[in-house]
């Protein structure tokens, strides 16, 4: 019997019919799967793919070039795969594709976070899962190709004949307008190439503007003369998104808590006004945030915060420092070096080990921010230094995965911070509590109510004429507690004592209160140092 008959033989027995019926479903999901999972459904697969014809036609090539030509369609195939992966990831938590010039490092922030919430044994078994699901998905395309190959092989004539009806069919359903007649892994492959080669032409030109402001060589007598003497903190709130107040499960309680805020410190004697700020990120990476509100540059990638933290650009905190005041970074989240804090200019920066906590951590928040304040307070404030303060600080306790729930205490029981150990280890872990969808909305908003009830707390015990707080919502949560809005809008809030604050930024026209106004003004978050800058140094 001759070797191709034998062969074509072969390949009808049942086991090597149901391998190359498992071959072609994998190519074909490969071609049509979305890249959202929000998206899956029976009809995401209700499609004509273009690629699935054009691929058998190349798979007729024999030989040596064949050979090469298979494996480089395994390859593309492959990364077409992980691409599609790794987009449905990145939409569940940054509510955007994946970029593969600026999302790589997010493996490492990954790990840590893992690491935290889980144990270092989940944070590798977890990084050998995803290591090997990559390895696996490359074996199996070069695999999967293979058995086509040999399928195409054993006939070629027919299957040559086919695949140019196929592709004849498809071009006449696509003319016709026929919305299921698809190229989606083409599209999908050139948007990800495309996305690419931006990246990298968006940081060329980033590189070309990011030493280019105004504010650079102005002098300090000039600035922030309406804020003369007065302590100014900047304060960032984890996931402190516009979903609290316009998602109803949350708004109904959060409204609310924000009008009951307003009140407390009125009843104190502090002034508040609220609007939005768009945010350049959305479900995590909050430095670009920061970097955006400080640098006045709009700081959507790794990459283009890497080029700001080498420029010249002066911050937010650069500025007042000129200016005379003494300024200050808090930032409990950082536990090792952080050489980024040279670029913003601090005269003292407490990460995690400055700050002391002797407590146990909140799974992922290394302390909770009523301790974070606290420290602020009696290593700052209560110093009473010949010099104004101007501080950045990041709070901590409404970053996922929100569990336990912190509480306030009273503020001469915080101590050194080991009070808040029985809390800190009682409750659910992250584990039993993300089996939960309701339950995490749920801790996720009490998280955030504990953080205004903080900063609220804060100000009635250790406020005076002379605090001027400013605080920005650094990004909406990740989009599986916002149901994958679009919208990347945070709340912002200024609170002080002095009218004179609020009659500067009369023209901002911000709501009063501490609950913006549905049509509160919105802003890009790139331009609230400049507006700062202009308000407060006429």
């Not at 696996?136 to 086919?162: D, E, K, M, N, Q």
């Amino acid at each position: 019997m001759p070797r191709e008959q034998h062969s074509a033989r072969s390949l009808l027995s049942p086991v090597q019919l149901l391998l190359t019926l498992a071959a072609i479903c994998f190519v074909f999901l490969a071609m049509v799967i979305p890249n959202r999972i929000t998206w899956l459904d029976a009809m995401s697969f209700a499609y004509l793919p273009l690629e699935m014809f054009v691929l058998g036609l190349a798979l007729l090539v024999p030989g040596i070039p064949g050979r090469a030509l298979r494996a480089v369609l395994a390859l593309f195939l492959a990364a077409g795969v992980v691409f599609r992966i790794a987009d449905m990831v990145a939409f569940e938590v940054f509510s955007r594709p994946f970029n593969p010039v600026f999302d790589t490092y997010l493996l490492a922030f990954g790990f840590d976070f893992l690491k935290s919430s889980f144990g270092i044994i989940g944070a590798v078994v977890a990084a050998i899962l995803v290591t090997g699901l990559a390895a696996a998905i490359i074996l199996l395309a070069f695999l999967v190709l293979a058995r086509l190959h040999r399928v195409v092989r054993s006939a070629p004539r027919a299957t040559g004949s086919a695949m140019l009806v196929g592709l004849i069919i498809w071009g006449g359903l696509s003319a016709a307008g026929w919305p299921r007649a698809s190229r989606y892994f083409y599209d999908q492959f050139a948007m990800h190439v495309a996305s690419t080669f931006t990246s990298i032409a968006d940081l060329r030109d980033f590189n070309a503007v990011v030493n280019i402001d105004a504010y650079a060589s102005v002098p300090g007598d000039t600035l922030f003369g309406a804020l003369e003497g007065k302590d100014v903190l900047v304060v960032f709130i984890e996931s402190y998104g516009r979903t609290l107040v316009d998602k109803a499960e949350y708004a109904q309680l959060f409204r609310p808590s924000l009008e009951a805020a307003t009140v407390k410190l009125s009843n104190a004697g502090y002034l508040s006004r609220s609007a939005f700020l768009t945010s350049p990120t959305v479900g995590g990476i909050s430095w670009l945030a920061h970097g955006t509100a400080l640098s006045g540059l709009w700081i959507d990638s790794q990459v283009r915060y890497d080029s700001l933290m080498m420029s010249d650009r002066p911050s937010l905190v650069r500025l007042f420092q000129r200016a005379g005041w003494r300024t200050v970074g808090v930032m409990p989240a950082i536990s090792l070096a952080w050489p980024e804090g040279e670029y913003f200019g601090y005269d003292q920066l407490y990460t995690a080990p400055e700050l002391d906590y002797r407590g146990a951590p909140y799974n992922y928040v290394t302390m909770p921010d009523q301790f974070t304040l606290a420290q602020f307070q009696k290593f700052e404030r209560d110093a009473a230094g010949d010099k104004p303060i101007m501080a950045e600080i990041a709070l901590l306790s409404s970053h996922a995965p929100w569990t336990p729930v912190p509480t306030l205490i009273p503020w001469e029981d915080v101590g050194d911070g080991t009070v808040f150990s029985e809390e800190a280890t009682a409750g659910d872990s992250p584990e039993v509590v993300w089996q939960d969808r309701d339950r995490v909305l749920k801790q996720f908003r009490e998280c955030i109510e504990y953080v205004i009830d903080s900063l609220v707390s804060f100000t009635e015990a250790f406020g005076d004429e002379d605090l001027v707080v400013l605080i920005i919502g650094d990004h909406q949560p990740m989009p599986y507690v916002t149901d994958n809005t679009e919208n990347r809008d945070v709340l912002t809030h200024i609170i002080a004592r002095d009218p004179a604050v609020m009659a500067a930024i009369e023209d901002w026209q911000w709501s009063e209160g501490m609950l913006p106004a549905d049509d509160a003004p919105v802003w890009r978050m790139d331009t609230v140092r400049d507006r700062f800058i202009e308000a407060f140094s006429r």
